[in-house]
């Protein structure tokens, strides 16, 4: 047995009922075999059992009041990963799904990408099972002060920066800093997309849609082509999608298709965006209620369908495994030329291995969808360094680290003879710098 096959065969036996974390380190450790192989060293060191073993794990109860007097109790998770490279850094995701197995294949997967962006930050995540729909603005602010109430202790501005992910946007983390300001009385950047009027950056908002379609653009360009003209299908319809969809059309593709959890529009003539954000920015409504207000549009239940839509580009933005393998042979059939994944792991290894085996050009999440956290970190740098800089400042520096990303990935994929295979790069790349690093460290 490799060492690679008796880590994971470890880690199932260790850690029973976490499938998402067992797919993600499956598809990590397997593609990093070259680089194992040629460094003996590594073994020695227990360096793999140490990488997908967390450096701390915080599991809290998160009490708190509805408007009617009810008392709920959720769960509160926070997955220290690792600092090998610099503090924690990662999302907080309130979603009813969450659960521990999702939380640790996420915060395994920030560790590569968080290497990837080329900045000095590690790898984290945490969240709740909270579900923050058809909850009051007032339930939202008692839920997110519980939550710090017990997170507070666990995080600081060299230590451990959470930011936003599924159902923790502006408002979430507008009450979340608010309470750590409160308990801890300094304000300081120990979160990453707050307010601009609270010690936020321009351009944070829009950063991982943008920074997907950077990419894009950048790995098209490596092939002669651009998105120029290009029918895209944009999965989800929240902070990921919207901005993705934003740049895609600025740069002259056509947006057809977008959804959110209950079903997918399609619009032949281009999706109109502004509507979009007024549904899903403003009125936090349902993304069904477009067609009722763009003619010729169509809506349909269920989030699937949305993979049968014909396009060149495909950009999964909602949420982890949602495109599966018959969802893959439809798109290869339909002539999908490039998949970028916006959200984090939407597509199965079985989906993937379609993909790639058809030729697709595929972006794997943790390089394709690392310019939120990358701007995070360029949030974090004006907070220490009390600066504010300029949108355009900002999303050039986004620009440069996409870029930097595909190449990055592509050469460490033909580095090791898999040209193309942007997967296998990506974990290679992320993981070159953190296992240095932690070589640098000794056993700890
Ligand atoms: P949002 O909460 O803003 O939007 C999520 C979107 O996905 C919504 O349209 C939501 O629909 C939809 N969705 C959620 N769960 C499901 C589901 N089970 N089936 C179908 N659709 C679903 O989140 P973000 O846009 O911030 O995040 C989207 C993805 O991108 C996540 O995987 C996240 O981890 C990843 N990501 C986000 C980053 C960021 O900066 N925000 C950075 C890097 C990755 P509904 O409204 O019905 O729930």
Same mark, same amino acid.
């Given at each position: 047995?490799?060492?690679? @096959?008796?880590?994971?065969?470890?880690?199932?036996?260790?850690n029973?009922?976490?499938?998402?974390?067992?797919?993600?380190?499956?598809?990590?450790?397997?593609?990093?075999?070259?680089?194992? /192989?040629?460094?003996?060293?590594? @073994?020695?060191?227990?360096?793999?059992?140490?990488?997908?073993?967390?450096?701390?794990?915080?599991?809290?109860?998160?009490?708190?009041?509805?408007?009617?007097?009810?008392?709920?109790?959720?769960?509160?998770?926070?997955?220290?990963?690792?600092?090998?490279?610099?503090?924690?850094?990662?999302?907080?995701?309130?979603?009813?799904?969450?659960?521990?197995?999702?939380?640790?294949?996420?915060?395994?997967?920030?560790?590569?990408?968080?290497?990837?962006?080329?900045?000095? &930050?590690?790898?984290?995540?945490?969240?709740?099972?909270?579900?923050?729909?058809?909850?009051?603005d007032?339930?939202?602010?008692r839920?997110?002060?519980?939550?710090?109430?017990?997170?507070y202790?666990? &995080?600081?501005?060299?230590?451990?920066?959470?930011?936003?992910?599924?159902?923790?946007?502006?408002r979430?983390?507008?009450?979340?800093?608010?309470?750590?300001k409160?308990?801890?009385?300094?304000?300081?950047?120990?979160?990453?997309?707050?307010?601009?009027?609270?010690?936020?950056?321009?351009?944070?908002? @829009?950063?991982?849609?943008?920074?997907?379609?950077?990419?894009?653009?950048?790995?098209?360009?490596?092939?002669? /082509?651009?998105?120029?003209?290009?029918?895209?299908? #944009?999965?989800?319809?929240?902070?990921?999608? &919207?901005?993705?969809?934003?740049?895609? $059309?600025?740069?002259?593709? *056509?947006?057809?298709?977008?959804?959110?959890?209950?079903?997918?529009?399609y619009?032949?003539?281009?999706?109109?965006?502004?509507?979009?954000?007024?549904?899903?920015?403003?009125?936090?409504?349902?993304?069904?209620?477009?067609? /009722?207000?763009? *003619?010729?549009?169509?809506?349909?239940?269920?989030? *699937?369908?949305?993979?049968? &839509?014909?396009?060149?580009? !495909?950009?999964?933005? !909602?949420?982890?495994? @949602?495109?599966?393998?018959?969802?893959?042979?439809i798109?290869?059939?339909?002539?999908?030329?490039?998949?970028?994944?916006?959200?984090? $792991?939407?597509?199965?290894?079985?989906?993937?291995?379609?993909?790639?085996?058809?030729?697709?050009?595929?972006?794997?999440?943790?390089?394709?969808?690392?310019?939120?956290v990358?701007?995070?970190?360029?949030?974090?740098?004006?907070?220490?360094?009390?600066?504010?800089w300029?949108?355009?400042?900002?999303?050039?520096?986004?620009?440069?680290?996409?870029?930097? #990303?595909?190449?990055?990935?592509?050469?460490?994929?033909?580095?090791?003879?898999?040209?193309?295979?942007?997967?296998?790069?990506?974990?290679?790349?992320?993981?070159e710098?953190?296992?240095?690093? $932690? $070589?640098?460290?000794?056993?700890?």
């Amino acid at each position: 047995m490799s060492y690679v @096959e008796s880590v994971l065969t470890r880690l199932k036996e260790q850690n029973p009922n976490e499938p998402e974390f067992h797919q993600a380190a499956t598809e990590v450790l397997n593609s990093l075999q070259c680089a194992i /192989d040629a460094n003996p060293a590594y @073994e020695k060191a227990g360096l793999l059992e140490r990488l997908v073993e967390p450096e701390r794990t915080i599991l809290f109860r998160v009490p708190w009041v509805d408007d009617q007097g009810n008392v709920h109790v959720n769960k509160g998770y926070r997955v220290q990963f690792n600092s090998a490279i610099g503090p924690y850094k990662g999302g907080l995701r309130f979603h009813p799904s969450v659960n521990l197995s999702i939380i640790k294949f996420l915060g395994f997967e920030q560790i590569f990408k968080n290497s990837l962006t080329g900045l000095p &930050i590690g790898g984290g995540k945490g969240g709740s099972n909270f579900d923050p729909k058809g909850k009051s603005d007032n339930e939202i602010m008692r839920f997110c002060q519980s939550f710090m109430t017990e997170l507070y202790r666990h &995080i600081g501005a060299d230590t451990d920066v959470p930011a936003g992910d599924i159902g923790v946007g502006a408002r979430e983390i507008g009450f979340l800093f608010g309470q750590y300001k409160r308990i801890r009385d300094e304000h300081v950047g120990v979160l990453t997309g707050r307010g601009l009027s609270y010690g936020g950056s321009l351009a944070r908002k @829009e950063a991982t849609g943008y920074g997907l379609v950077y990419i894009t653009e950048e790995a098209l360009k490596s092939r002669g /082509d651009s998105l120029k003209g290009k029918t895209c299908v #944009i999965s989800g319809s929240g902070n990921v999608a &919207i901005y993705a969809c934003e740049k895609a $059309m600025e740069l002259g593709a *056509k947006v057809v298709a977008m959804c959110d959890s209950n079903g997918y529009i399609y619009d032949r003539n281009g999706i109109r965006l502004d509507v979009v954000k007024q549904i899903k920015e403003v009125e936090r409504g349902r993304i069904k209620e477009y067609a /009722d207000r763009v *003619k010729g549009s169509e809506y349909h239940e269920g989030c *699937k369908g949305i993979w049968t &839509i014909p396009c060149n580009v !495909a950009l999964p933005c !909602a949420t982890q495994n @949602e495109l599966d393998e018959e969802s893959a042979k439809i798109l290869v059939k339909n002539g999908v030329t490039l998949v970028g994944e916006g959200a984090n $792991m939407p597509t199965t290894l079985q989906a993937t291995h379609i993909l790639q085996e058809a030729g697709v050009v595929f972006l794997p999440g943790k390089a394709a969808n690392a310019g939120g956290v990358a701007t995070s970190a360029l949030e974090m740098a004006q907070s220490s360094g009390r600066l504010f800089w300029s949108f355009e400042e900002v999303d050039a520096k986004l620009r440069t680290i996409m870029v930097n #990303i595909f190449k990055n990935i592509d050469a460490a994929a033909k580095k090791y003879g898999f040209e193309g295979n942007y997967v296998v790069g990506a974990n290679i790349a992320g993981f070159e710098k953190v296992a240095e690093a $932690m $070589m640098a460290h000794g056993v700890v």
